[in-house]
């Protein structure tokens, strides 16, 4: 599913708030269970905050764009900035899925559909059985939505956005419970013919007085983290890490005793000759200087009594890495 990176990355369709106060509206949980929110494509944030809010529930938001994550991050109480498909999060942990996924195709296939397929792997996927899924897609895909979603799920709603927001936007909200069982073969077919033929849908503010709870967590998010580690974390890992003692330790000591002075002082290309050949560098400070020297070959076309003359001059080209506890540093220096 990388290859749905650039669509999610630049597909970036946030649920208008009116919508989305409607939909906090339908959202409900029993008082004192502990429910588990994930949105694998947040953007900012705003969407799930409030439907967090709805249910009492402990946010988690996944976000592709590095922008939109650092916003979602002051507004739900865990976010990763990821492919979905990449983040490391314990299966099958979350009771309420809310899904507004790039509105794409890839190849044959809507993009939201298969976003709704991994998501929903009764194995791998995120979303509890019994879990509540409220997925917000363009009205024309739910006719390629609907063999998985009556496959998948139960209870199922739809609504579609009020009148001031559906002229422009086009979209429903599928609300539905995640079946634990293949449903019976009548039951199947009914339902995926139904999702294939509404044309006369509500819209979400339609008075009908049904609500969608999602149940208790079944077990607890013990992973929640991008399968990449960010720079911050990895300069936070190697602030508390004990990599430089043990590097000083394993480094080889020189002594500086009964050495003479230099007859001259060290030009720079000196120092550099030295310090790739190893007699000069190691552990300086909280610094480790390491170096290496290696041939390049130029080559140049000169003019002759024949014509034209290809001409090759080896030089040697030494370069410093500077090793520090915030990453490490190239010092390219010229020819010796």
């Known amino acids: 599913m990388a290859r749905l990176a650039s669509l999610a ?11 989305v106060e409607l939909i906090c509206g339908r959202l409900q949980s029993r008082k004192g269970s502990r429910i588990n929110a994930l949105d694998p494509c947040c953007g900012e944030g705003i969407a799930l905050q409030k439907m967090a809010g709805a249910l009492d ?13 650092s916003a979602a991050s002051d507004k739900l109480h865990n976010v990763i900035c990821s492919d979905f498909e990449d983040a490391v999060v314990t299966p099958l942990s979350f009771s309420f899925l809310y899904l507004n996924p790039p509105y ?23 979303l509890q059985v019994g879990g509540l899924l409220g997925f917000c897609i363009p009205v024309s895909t739910l006719q390629d939505a609907a063999t998985l979603l009556a496959s998948r799920f139960q209870g199922i709603c739809v609504y579609r956005f ?16 995640r079946r634990g069982a293949r449903p019976d073969p009548d039951v199947f077919k009914s339902t995926c013919d139904w999702l294939k033929c509404l044309d006369d849908i509500p ?30 974390e990895i300069t936070e890992a190697s602030d508390s890490s004990t990599l430089w ?4 330790e394993c480094l080889p000591r020189t002594s500086a005793h009964g050495m003479k002075p230099l007859v001259l002082p060290l030009k720079d290309a000196h120092i550099a000759v030295a310090i790739a050949a190893g007699a000069v560098g190691g552990v300086m400070g909280d610094h480790i200087l390491v170096g290496k020297s290696e041939k390049v070959v ?13 001409v090759q001059t080896e030089r040697v080209v030494t370069t410093v890495r500077v090793f520090a506890q915030d990453g490490y540093h190239n010092l390219e220096g010229g020819a010796c």
């Open 162 to 177: 009020t009148k001031e927001n559906y002229a422009a936007y086009k979209q429903v909200v599928v609300f539905g419970y």
């Open 104 to 126: 794409e195709y890839f190849g044959s296939e809507r993009a939201e559909v298969v976003f709704l397929k991994e998501l929903t792997d009764s194995r791998k996927g995120r």
């Open 245 to 248: 003692t043990r590097a000083q």
């Open 298 to 310: 130029d080559v140049s076309i000169i003019p002759d009594e024949k014509g034209m003359k290809e």
């Open 57 to 69: 529930a402990e946010s988690f938001g996944i976000e592709l764009e590095e922008g939109r994550a």
């Open 203 to 232: 819209e979400l503010d339609a008075g009908d007085g049904i609500a969608f709870t999602a149940p208790p967590a079944r077990k607890d998010v013990v992973t929640f983290k991008p399968a990449v580690a960010s720079r911050q």
């Open 9 to 19: 990355k630049a597909g970036y369709y946030p649920t208008p708030l009116a919508e």
